[in-house]
Each structure stands twice: as structure tokens, then as C-alpha cells.
């Protein structure tokens, strides 16, 4: 397993990847673990972790676009675990079966891709996938030269060490 990128919340909301040395959006972390990231997010200042419940954020704002996966049941049952004998087992359970279906998953698309080749339907949403962040990429580049308001990366960089160390600042002087 690799080690996971450390997402930093900082009290006014803002969430900074100690990665790439970049603030990013609640967009940005959902598309770090949909390319397979293992991730966890803790409070700048005290680090406490964050992680279920700034996932849980993405999920609803995902819900609320209207990219509903969560049937209404589902969510009903899962209300009525909280506070019952099963609340232990229920994560583990979902966790395993959620397991099962990304294998489940792969292997379908795997003995399609196998089957049909460069027809297959998986291999040709992959690609275009692929097209679509290096357009996006290129076009945030393009962009980035003709808007004078767009700070370099380095000035980017020092804001953000200049927070990290307003933050520990903080935290000596709370004694802490």
C-alpha cells in the first residue's frame, strides 16, 4: 500500500495537498482518490482526523448534483444502524462487499476488453477519459499565459508555506 496523501483543513475551509505543495477544492481531493489515492485529510492546526467526515462531504455534494447512487432505502437503513448493536459489524460488511464488486468489476472489464478488443466500450471510455484531463490540462495551461491575474506556481508555493508556518506559530503559542 503507498503512502497517503496528506490533505490539510485549514479553519477557514480551505484544504492544502502537502503533496504538491497546492491548495484544492473538495473536486480535486474525490478526482485524487478516483485515480486510486489513498488519502487522509487532518486539521491543520490540531491534527485531528478528518477524513470520514470530509469524505462523507464529497459524497453529498456528489448526491446533491444529482449523480444519486445512494438509493433513498439504502440511506434509510444505514440511518436505522446508528445506535444499534450492528453499528460495529455494518462498516466492515459494506467495506468487503464494496470489495467484492471492484473485483467483480475489473474482471468484467478485463474479459470484455479481452473479448472485443479495441470495440470494447470500456477501453474506449478510457481513452477518451484520457483525451479529456489532457485537454483540460492543456487548456488551463493556454489559459494560465493570457491571464495576468494566474500567480505562478512558486508565489503559490510560498502562500502556502507561509500559512503551514502561521499555523505551527499558532500552535506554540497555544502551547500545545
Known amino acids: 500500500m503507498t503512502e497517503p496523501v496528506i490533505i490539510k483543513k485549514y479553519a477557514n475551509r480551505r484544504l492544502y495537498n502537502t503533496e504538491t505543495s497546492t491548495y484544492i477544492t473538495l473536486v480535486d481531493l474525490a478526482e485524487i482518490i478516483r485515480q486510486g489515492r489513498n488519502v ?3 486539521d491543520a492546526k490540531t ?3 478528518l477524513t470520514h467526515p470530509t469524505l462523507a462531504q464529497i459524497i453529498l455534494d ?11 432505502n439504502f440511506m434509510k437503513q444505514i440511518i436505522s444502524f446508528y445506535d444499534n448493536s450492528m453499528q460495529t459489524i455494518l462498516p466492515h460488511y459494506l467495506e468487503m462487499t464494496m470489495d467484492v464488486f471492484q473485483k467483480n468489476q475489473s474482471r ?5 476488453n479481452k473479448a472485443l478488443g479495441t470495440f470494447s466500450p470500456f477501453s474506449q471510455i478510457q481513452a477518451i477519459q484520457q483525451l479529456q484531463r489532457k485537454q483540460v490540462e492543456q487548456m488551463q495551461h493556454v489559459m494560465g499565459l493570457f491571464n495576468p491575474f494566474m500567480r505562478p506556481a512558486a508565489e ?4 502556502a508555506k507561509i500559512a503551514d508556518l502561521e499555523a505551527q506559530l499558532a500552535k506554540l503559542k497555544s502551547g500545545k
Open 40 to 42: 487522509e485529510v487532518v
Open 47 to 49: 491534527g485531528e482526523d
Open 62 to 72: 456528489e448526491e446533491g448534483k444529482g449523480a444519486a447512487i445512494l438509493p433513498v
Open 108 to 112: 468484467i472489464r478485463e474479459e470484455t
Open 156 to 159: 503559490s508555493d510560498k502562500d
